[in-house]
Nanobody, 111 residues
Framework: VQLVESGGSLVQPGGSLRLSCVAS????????MSWYRQAPGKEREWVAH???????SYASSVKGRFTISRDNAKNTVYLQMNSLRSEDTAVYYC??????WGQGTQVTVSA
């Protein structure tokens, strides 16, 4: 199993980013996929998930600003992040609930 996150960057408050996570080594379409994040000095926290059928759920801190989606043909899950805030600064990870953590992708929101 391999999960490779990308798309993180430095962005100004109010800006947008789209993160991608390419998965391999398992039947991607059958798994609920989640995004998590870990800010410096804090525990890793759940951000959003998308079921195998496309149903979504979000943490209250990102609801209305972030959108999770998936492309089963590409074995990829996305996280569209809008109206970014400084408190969104973290390393973002995807996971299928069973795999080890990937390297993550750094998102820094700063003026």
């Amino acid at each position: 199993v391999q999960l490779v996150e990308s798309g993180g960057s430095l962005v100004q408050p109010g800006g947008s980013l789209r993160l991608s996570c390419v998965a391999s080594g398992f039947t991607f379409s059958r798994y609920r996929m989640s995004w998590y994040r870990q800010a410096p000095g804090k525990e890793r926290e759940w951000v959003a998930h998308i079921s195998s059928l496309g149903g979504t759920s979000y943490a209250s801190s990102v609801k209305g600003r972030f959108t999770i989606s998936r492309d089963n043909a590409k074995n990829t899950v996305y996280l569209q992040m809008n109206s970014l805030r400084s408190e969104d600064t973290a390393v973002y990870y995807c996971n299928n609930g069973e795999s080890a953590w990937g390297q993550g992708t750094q998102v820094t929101v700063s003026a």
